[in-house]
């Protein structure tokens, strides 16, 4: 309830201010496990993804960002749940993986951090990993305009247009597994993005 009514009125807040549009929205999947996998150039990326679908999201967030009690307890209030950005956070992957073994929602940058340039960068294999191991399906997305609303190191927003481009779900073998496997996963869903990009209209 909560995380709805927050979406809701932020993303109202957004179509004002950062004229925020959709495209593709109706390509999200109404049930089913699910990854989201949006490029990453700006913290307000994880909001953006949340307005893009239909859906309620769960993401991973820095653990520094819950030292904080009262911004840490809202976080958690939005499904965010704590990531070590130091290594293989192995109990925030499981969690990711146990909730979309229920069918849940999973947003994930497949670059694993923000894009210092705009361009879209290497991604990891940790989104492999998760599809693989759950049979999530995955859904690229690609946000466009929240780098020159909030650049890195910007301390307030600039009311740039923001559109978000939301591709056609990935389906994804249960049954390989393997480190290549896991990559070869990653580097289809940057693809997919690089081609939203390419065809944004």
Same mark, same amino acid.
């Given at each position: /309830? %909560?995380? =709805? ?5 932020? #993303? ?15 390509? !999200?999947?109404?049930?089913?496990? +699910? ?7 700006? &913290? ?6 949340? =307005?893009? %679908?239909?859906?309620?999201?769960? =993401? /991973? ?6 030292? *904080? ?8 209030? %939005? *499904?965010? &749940?704590?990531? #070590? ?7 925030? /992957? $499981?969690?990711?993986?146990?909730? +979309? !073994? ?11 951090? $923000?894009?210092?340039?705009? @361009?879209?960068?290497?991604? $990891?294999?940790?989104?492999? &990993?998760?599809?693989? @191991? ?6 690229? !997305?690609?946000?466009?305009? @929240? $780098? ?7 301390? &307030?927003?600039? =009311? ?5 481009? %939301? ?22 869903? /940057?693809?997919?993005? *690089? ?7």
């Amino acid at each position: /309830m %909560v995380y =709805f009514i927050s979406r809701n009125i932020l #993303k109202a807040l957004f179509k004002i201010f950062f004229r925020l549009r959709i495209v593709g929205f109706e390509n !999200c999947p109404k049930n089913g496990p +699910l990854i989201i996998a949006p490029n990453h150039t700006s &913290f307000l990326d994880p909001l953006i993804a949340g =307005f893009a %679908v239909p859906r309620e999201l769960n =993401f /991973m967030a820095r653990n520094d960002l819950f030292r *904080n009690r009262i911004f840490g307890n809202i976080l958690k209030l %939005v *499904n965010a &749940f704590p990531l #070590k950005r130091e290594g293989a956070d192995v109990g925030a /992957m $499981r969690l990711a993986i146990d909730k +979309l !073994c229920m069918g849940k929602a999973v947003l994930i940058f497949p670059e694993g951090t $923000r894009s210092k340039d705009g @361009s879209l960068g290497t991604p $990891r294999a940790g989104i492999g &990993f998760l599809a693989a @191991s759950s049979g999530a399906n995955i859904l690229p !997305c690609y946000i466009k305009g @929240s $780098r020159e609303s909030l650049p890195k190191g910007a301390m &307030f927003p600039r =009311f740039k247009k923001i559109t978000v481009y %939301v591709g056609k779900p990935l389906k994804i073998d249960k049954n390989s597994s393997g480190k290549e496997y896991y990559m070869q996963i990653a580097k289809d869903t /940057m693809a997919e993005i *690089n081609f939203l990009k390419n065809n944004e209209n």
